[in-house]
């Protein structure tokens, strides 16, 4: 068995565990309690035929564990747990404190999570207890010290699921309790209440705070509240979820050292409260969820750019998808059927991008329940169906590629600066346009890159950006200003730097950068913009090159600036100091709309051959191909592999070898240029190689003589 390495901040040191299973993980969540006891061997047995090897157990049963207040009933998990060792299963094994039990609730309401407007919820749902709760800390944490004791030396424990989804279902509580936590939280924040009043900008409306504990939690005022506030409550409402897995893995810890540790994020979509870069240091693996938008017709480049986010907060390390769905999920509006060969595209482009194992959410489909009609590997038709013939079929893909294990992709020369801090930013405020979402246009750059078979990384703004000789900046509403110098360096050394609008426009308070558009990024660019003007609904703009733009446009203009980021026209900067950067030159100018004969899009080179671009409209998908392209001619950077357009390409390393990853999402077969074996089909690949329409080809590559 191979190992992992975890980096968790509250270890001295980095510390190797022995991997959850022998090769790629492959299964997902079984919930025997669910089930009569006579099904159990069944279930294992389809479960070894499918090539099941991990098992994430006892996600939702506290109640079934803890039956009474501190009346505990093990009896069930034990002989699920020895069936599952005797079959050769590695288990990761749950906390169960998503869904409390009943008699909790009863016993102490005071647990429930607080809605904006004041309305505890009641039992009957999960996660509905609020994360600053004592009462609800104190329980869950007896129960965890009990599991974990029980079940310390068991054989099939391979890794601890901690609780699941933290701030799936309660990333906001807006409780007294809650509040008071917050008010303490600022006050650690701030230091004093004068610093937050300035820091917010409380003197609007006269909102004036003259002690922390007059602050409360953003509850529903009829209007808008301060961005200053909502940023901030976003910030410890992750802190706060954050806080209640630190609690349970230190018990964990100090009872089983030598067993990982984890909860499972939800990267995917439109960024939720947590700042999972934070969050990925302090586990030792990086776990995520992720389910695809059944309406997005580019569904899998969704995907692609969330495995890469994955990845970046797992600094380039393996990490495990350790829930996504076989089928349709339940709580879409309308829950889309995957089509035959997708359940293996979607698990294999996640190994591809860096997970060492592919679970799903559920073994057998419930019939009963919320989620009974969420898709599962033993549906409701049983095991004579498509979906559970797909699963078999990727067990055996993943054992013939099992090498991959532990290899890393590899590192690509684009970069594309993404948090979660900054969307929280965004949506904390009333903005200029209900269509300018954080999400966007870095997905479009990610997809028009990975349609190229260009490699991309989703990395942090403050990361360190010395290998990347083209970096995206795409709508990073709050761009840390300590991350100007990395993109400075990149330009100064050859790189090029792409800035899309409404990017560095608050700093870490949520306050206006003075001075012009874009901020803390005008003095990088060479422009200032003052004014925006945002597209009306579905309007496009004309731009003198040819391309079009939509959603945005501003009014901007070249401009000099001085070494200390002052305005360079009146011939010195703030200090004094001669102005040291040049002006960028216009490339296009709007020739429809408002701003008609004024400048759309802006180029400043440097003097070491590097360039800043900056965009004031969004370009349309192939207006934005067609800049994919000069941007990586430019810079000579080269797709992964020579192939056909839309054919995603990723490339894993190690030193043992290479494997080139090819998957077709489209209706045609589709070429790519390698060298080597395919082990999905077993056909030789030399020279051009044909990935057939619907399949995955993850070819083993014969090293360059």
């Excluded at 939509?550 to 980021?565: H, I, Y």
């Excluded at 400043?604 to 392209?629: F, K, N």
């Amino acid at each position: 068995m191979s190992t992992l390495t975890s980096r968790s901040r509250d270890l001295p040191e980095p510390r190797t565990f022995p991997w959850i299973t022998d090769g790629l993980a492959l299964g997902g969540d079984w919930s025997p309690e669910q089930w009569p006891e006579e099904l159990w061997a069944d279930d294992v047995a389809l479960m070894r035929r499918a090539g099941v090897n991990s098992i994430n157990l006892a996600v939702f049963s506290w109640g079934l564990l803890e039956v009474a207040d501190g009346e505990f009933d093990f009896g069930w998990l034990d002989r699920a747990m020895d069936l599952l060792a005797d079959a050769g299963i590695g288990v990761n094994l749950a906390t169960p404190t998503a869904a409390p039990p009943i008699w909790l609730f009863r016993a102490h309401p005071e647990i429930g999570l607080v809605t904006d407007r004041g309305v505890r919820v009641s039992q009957g749902g999960r996660l509905g207890w609020s994360p600053s709760s004592a009462v609800f800390r104190r329980y869950a944490l007896r129960l965890v010290e009990t599991m974990a004791a029980r079940y310390a030396h068991h054989p099939a424990l391979r890794l601890w699921h901690v609780s699941n989804e933290l701030g799936n279902e309660n990333s906001h509580c807006f409780s007294d309790e809650t509040s008071a936590a917050f008010a303490t939280w600022l006050e650690a924040r701030h230091g004093t209440v004068e610093a937050l009043n300035a820091h917010w900008g409380s003197a609007f409306w006269g909102h004036r705070y003259t002690s922390f504990d007059q602050v409360e939690a953003p509850r529903f005022t009829g209007t808008s509240h301060n961005p200053g506030l909502l940023l901030d409550f976003e910030r410890f409402s992750s802190d706060a979820l954050l806080g209640h897995y630190l609690a349970e893995r230190e018990v964990l810890r100090r009872v089983t050292p030598d067993v990982p540790i984890t909860t499972n994020f939800m990267i995917q979509n439109h960024p939720g409260v947590h700042d999972y870069a934070g969050w990925a240091r302090e586990v030792d693996l990086v776990a995520n969820d992720h389910y695809t938008i059944g309406v997005d017709p580019e569904r899998w480049g969704e995907l692609a750019f969330s495995a890469d986010r994955t990845r970046g907060m797992s600094q380039g390390e393996p990490w495990l998808l350790i829930e996504h769905s076989t089928s349709a999920v339940n709580w879409q509006p309308r829950n889309r059927a995957k089509s035959p060969g997708e359940l293996a595209r979607n698990s294999l482009a996640h190994v591809a991008r860096g997970a060492d194992g592919a679970l799903f959410f559920q073994w057998r489909q419930s019939t009963a329940g919320s989620e009974q009609h969420h898709s599962s590997v033993v549906p409701h038709a049983g095991a004579d169906s498509r979906v559970y013939r797909e699963v078999e079929a990727l067990g055996a893909t993943l054992r013939r590629i099992g090498a991959v294990r532990g290899s890393t992709v590899e590192q690509a020369r684009v970069a594309i600066l993404f948090d979660e801090i900054s969307p929280n930013a965004l949506r904390s405020g009333n903005n200029p346009s209900v269509d300018v979402r954080a999400l966007d246009q870095p997905l479009a750059f990610h997809r028009a890159l990975t349609r190229k078979g260009v490699a991309v990384d989703v990395v942090a703004p403050t990361s360190d950006l010395s290998g990347y000789d083209l970096v995206v900046v795409a709508t990073l509403y709050l761009c840390p200003e300590e991350a100007v110098a990395g993109l400075e360096q990149v330009v100064a050394r050859g790189g090029t730097v792409v800035v899309t609008p409404f990017s560095g426009i608050v700093d870490r308070h949520n306050r206006v950068v003075e001075g012009g558009y874009p901020g803390v990024l005008r003095e990088l660019l060479g422009v200032r913009s003052e004014e925006f003007y945002p597209l009306l609904q579905g309007a496009e703009v004309e731009l003198s090159d040819g391309r079009r733009g939509r959603v945005w446009s501003e009014l901007a203009a070249p401009r000099a600036w001085g070494g200390g980021g002052g305005d360079a026209t009146s011939g010195a900067g703030p200090t004094g100091a001669a102005p040291t950067d040049a002006a960028a030159t216009v490339t296009s100018a709007y020739v429809t709309g408002q701003l008609a004969g004024h400048p759309a899009t802006f180029r400043r080179d440097a003097p070491g051959g590097g360039a800043a671009l900056y965009l004031t409209t969004h370009l349309d998908d192939a207006s934005l191909a067609a800049l994919v392209d000069d941007l990586v001619a430019e810079q000579g950077i080269a797709p992964i592999a020579v192939g056909d357009d839309g054919l995603e390409r990723v490339r894993r390393t190690s030193e043992a070898g290479s494997w080139l990853f090819a998957i077709n999402h489209g209706d045609v077969d589709q070429q790519v240029v390698a060298t080597g074996v395919d082990l999905v089909s077993g056909q030789p690949a030399d020279g051009s190689f044909t990935v057939p329409a619907g399949a995955v080809a993850v070819i083993e590559e014969t090293p360059a003589r």
